[in-house]
Structure formats: C-alpha cells, structure tokens
Nanobody, 113 residues
Framework: QVQLVESGGGLVQPGGSLKLSCVILGTSFSPETGAWYRQAPGKQRELVATVSRSYTTTYAPSVKDRFTISRDNYQNTLFLEMNNLKPEDTAVYYC???????WGQGTQVTVSS
C-alpha cells in the first residue's frame, strides 16, 4: 500500500517562503512522476506542479517563477519550495504520484499578515 506523508506547512506572512516535503512509502519513487496539488476553501483541488522521472518540471501559471518542485529518489521524497507567497496561495497542499490513486493527508499553508 502506498502512503504519502506531507510536512512543512504553516503560517507565513505575504512575501515569505516555505518548503514542503512529501515522503513516499510502499513503492519506489524513481520511475514515477510526482505532483503537488492544492485545495483552497470553497474551491476545487488544482494541480500546482509536477516533476517527471527525467526531472522535467511543469507549473501552474499562478505559481510559475515563485515555486520550485524537486525530488530526491534516494530518499523517496518530493519537495515544493514556495517563495514570494501570496494570500491566494493559502490552501491545503497535497502530494501524489501523478498516475497513482493515493493521496496524502495534506499540509495547511496559510499566508496572512
């Protein structure tokens, strides 16, 4: 059974930074595309960023040039570094294997002064 465990969320002021981590358990991460999603209150879950097995990355337009997705195959871990955070980035952030069916429990990110 695949488990994904996110961490690193918190409360940060506008313009601040956070780095999220996601440990993938129960499967090898190296052949998979990793993805971060987020869901804000009252909104649908949206895809934020992906990183392929060949380290190709994609980003939603709203986070491009502010967020960086990365991976460490040896530690089976997916990362999301978030800079210049804005109030509209407030959401629960989830990691997922793009072609998998399992979700982590999510980590809350709140951007507020």
């Amino acid at each position: 059974q695949v488990q994904l465990v996110e961490s690193g969320g918190g409360l940060v002021q506008p313009g601040g930074s956070l780095k999220l981590s996601c440990v993938i358990l129960g499967t090898s991460f190296s052949p998979e595309t990793g993805a971060w999603y987020r869901q804000a209150p009252g909104k649908q879950r949206e895809l934020v960023a992906t990183v392929s097995r060949s380290y190709t990355t994609t980003y939603a337009p709203s986070v491009k040039d502010r967020f960086t997705i990365s991976r460490d195959n040896y530690q089976n871990t997916l990362f999301l570094e978030m800079n210049n955070l804005k109030p509209e980035d407030t959401a629960v952030y989830y990691c997922k294997l793009l072609n998998g069916k399992d979700w982590g429990q999510g980590t809350q990110v709140t951007v507020s002064s």
